[in-house]
């Protein structure tokens, strides 16, 4: 069979020997993700009480947290009718205005208007913010994790990026730049692609500038900084 079970212990000593085998991989295990369970926890206290009433209101006062509403809207009558999502006639109508270099959060839209279509664009929002500050404590833990090898400092890193002042003021209205995830997760994958010559990686760095493009194109250009002057270093050390 493609499973069988080990044998029984045959007596107390056996049976006591073989929890001291299990506990402390499943001690290991469990410590693994006590850091991810960490930030899910802090994510909730942080934005509280979103998670309580998702769909009664957006972070912030009135201002440009509107707009990115309006975005998912945008999206989803795109989306429903047809046309052209970077190219609206409801602004300066009749006229219209291109959406090129308008903060569309196209790839949020995109995924609130499929995956979480159900849901109203409040609550769709809501949910974007809440996996985007999530997102930003997990990924500076496993740069921090790959780079030190030390779960307490990876996870003093992490809250100190994902709670950082930055994170703080555009969690107020400027939800697209809520998407900082990228950059950890860029660098990580960077620093794989050059010290393992890794294919996979390297394709993972595209990838992910392209989400920055299409979620907050303002960090595309932070990573090709961050690519030119890294990969510089490294082939060149100073």
């Known amino acids: 069979r493609a499973f069988q079970r080990g044998p029984r212990p045959r007596n107390a000593a056996e049976a006591r020997q073989a929890r001291l085998v299990v506990l402390p991989a499943l001690m290991k295990r469990g410590a693994s993700f006590a850091p991810f369970l960490l930030f899910a926890i802090l994510t909730v206290v942080w934005t509280w009480p979103l ?101 307490r400092a990876a996870t003093l890193a992490a809250v100190t990026f994902g709670g950082s002042p930055y994170i703080a003021a555009h969690l107020l209205g400027h939800f697209d730049l809520l998407s900082a995830w990228v950059l950890p997760l860029f660098a990580l994958l960077l620093r794989r692609a050059l010290r393992d010559e890794s294919l996979a990686a390297s394709v993972g760095c595209g990838l992910v500038a392209g989400v920055a493009a299409y979620s907050a194109y303002y960090y595309v250009v932070y990573l090709g900084l961050l690519a030119v002057t890294y990969t510089v270093a490294w082939v060149k050390p100073f």
């Open 51 to 151: 998670v309580r009433h998702p769909g009664a209101s957006i972070p912030g006062e009135p201002g440009d947290n509107f707009s990115f509403l309006w975005n998912l809207w945008w999206v989803r009558r795109v989306l429903a009718t047809g046309g052209s999502f970077f190219h609206s006639t409801f602004l300066l109508h009749p006229l219209g205005v291109d959406l090129v270099n308008h903060p569309h959060t196209a790839l949020q839209g995109f995924l609130t208007a499929t995956l979480l279509a159900p849901l109203s664009i409040v609550t769709a929002q809501n949910v974007c913010i809440l996996v985007c500050v999530f997102g930003n404590a997990a990924t500076a833990y496993a740069l921090a994790m790959e780079m030190s090898g030390n779960r």
